[in-house]
């Protein structure tokens, strides 16, 4: 079992940045996959980046390439999304996610726990 706690989002101005942080409890911490989706206003969610177990590949969904960067700290049990150069578009509740069998994965329906989730809103 993992329970997710996400934590860091508010309200910022276009251009301006933001840190999401992720805490995860559970011995095991380390052998999960973890990921980062998000879910606008009468949107359907979708995926945001991704980070494998070890933390040594990352993926990310085109729009947020080079302004997001996920992490992790398997020590302290910490999944990170750094939020740069942010756009009204970016607005939207931002959910962690780890999966059990699955490292580095764009699907939801492939992460088994879910926190939350952190509200995101970038005002123009």
């Known amino acids: 079992q993992v329970q997710l706690v996400e934590s860091g989002g508010g309200l910022v101005q276009a251009g301006g940045s933001l840190r999401l942080s992720c805490a995860a409890s559970?011995?095991?911490?380390?052998?999960?996959?973890m990921g980062w989706f998000r879910q606008a206003p009468g949107k359907e969610r979708e995926f945001v980046a991704a980070?494998?177990?070890?933390?040594?590949?990352?993926y990310y969904r085109d729009s947020v390439k080079g302004r997001f960067t996920i992490s992790r700290d398997n020590a302290k049990k910490m999944v990170y999304l750094q939020m740069n150069s942010l756009k009204p578009e970016d607005t939207a509740v931002y959910y962690c996610?780890?999966?059990?069998?699955?490292?580095?994965?764009?699907?939801?329906?492939?992460?088994?726990?879910w926190g939350q989730g952190t509200a995101v809103t970038v005002s123009s």
């Open positions: 996610a780890a999966s059990q069998y699955h490292s580095g994965s764009s699907t939801g329906g492939e992460y088994d726990y």
């Open positions: 559970g011995r095991t911490f380390s052998r999960y996959g």
């Open positions: 980070i494998t177990w070890t933390g040594d590949w990352t």
